[in-house]
């Protein structure tokens, strides 16, 4: 069973405009939540993360949303350029949840910014 | 120089054989962790550890085991290696102080090849 969920497995975005990668979860004892990127032959780099306590965090170009209600969190990137190209993973953990903090991670979004 | 190395990146080698990949970080971080990547499939946890003292298995143990010699160093083998183990393997780290305890940092991954 898939607690992290990226339904779309690739998005494709011009220069200059938003990107919103998508991420589900189905554990209600997720209460930290990640993004990170990763490059081919490269290692996935962390970017952003958010807090069950919050609902925004920004950084830079990077926002990231979260709806408890829903289950859902929202990558966001603004302005996109070619260099955010990459495969785009969400992951959460669940601190007090048995889980010890463990990252279980979505399947990834690859994202292509187009010049 | 990078926090999180890997050794091999790359490796071919054929069913049966004994393989060991290596992982060692200047981080100074408690936790470490072994994932592998296969398309489609995301990150997924073999083994993890908190400690060198403490060994825990992941998602997808079987067929693999690990050694945690040090504070920082940890290592995967695969005692008989069979082809559905070709996959990236990622080695992470993580701290068990700080706010953001969840966060994990990723080596540049091993590329394995089973024939």
């Known amino acids: 069973d898939q607690q992290v969920k990226q339904n779309s497995p690739s998005l494709s975005v011009q220069e200059g405009r938003i990107s919103i990668l998508n991420c589900d979860y189905t554990n209600s004892m997720f209460d930290y939540f990640l993004w990170y990127k990763k490059y081919p032959a490269e290692g996935p780099t962390f970017l952003i993360s958010?807090?069950?306590?919050?609902d925004k965090n920004e950084d830079g170009r990077f926002t990231v949303f979260l709806n408890k209600s829903a289950k859902h969190l929202s990558l966001h990137i603004v302005p996109s350029q070619p260099g955010d190209s990459a495969v785009y993973f969400c992951?959460?953990?669940?601190?007090?949840?048995?889980?010890?903090?463990?990252?279980?991670f979505g399947k990834g979004t690859k994202l292509s910014v187009k010049p | 120089d990078a926090d999180v190395t890997q050794t091999p990146r790359n490796r071919i080698t054929k069913t049966g054989k004994r393989i060991m990949l290596e992982c060692s970080q200047t981080k100074g971080h408690d936790r470490m962790y072994w994932y592998r990547q296969d398309p489609g499939l995301g990150l997924r946890l073999i083994y993890y550890s908190f400690d060198v003292k403490d060994i825990n298995k992941g998602e997808i143990s079987d067929g693999y085991s690990v050694s945690r010699q040090a504070q920082a160093k940890f290592s995967l083998s695969l005692e008989s290696a069979i082809p559905n183990q070709t996959a990236l393997y990622f080695c992470a780290t993580s701290d068990l102080t700080g706010s953001h305890t969840d966060t994990q940092y990723f080596g540049p991954g091993t590329r394995l090849t089973v024939l």
């Open positions: 992951a959460a953990s669940a601190r007090y949840g048995g889980s010890q903090g463990n990252l279980i």
């Open positions: 958010i807090s069950s306590i919050k």
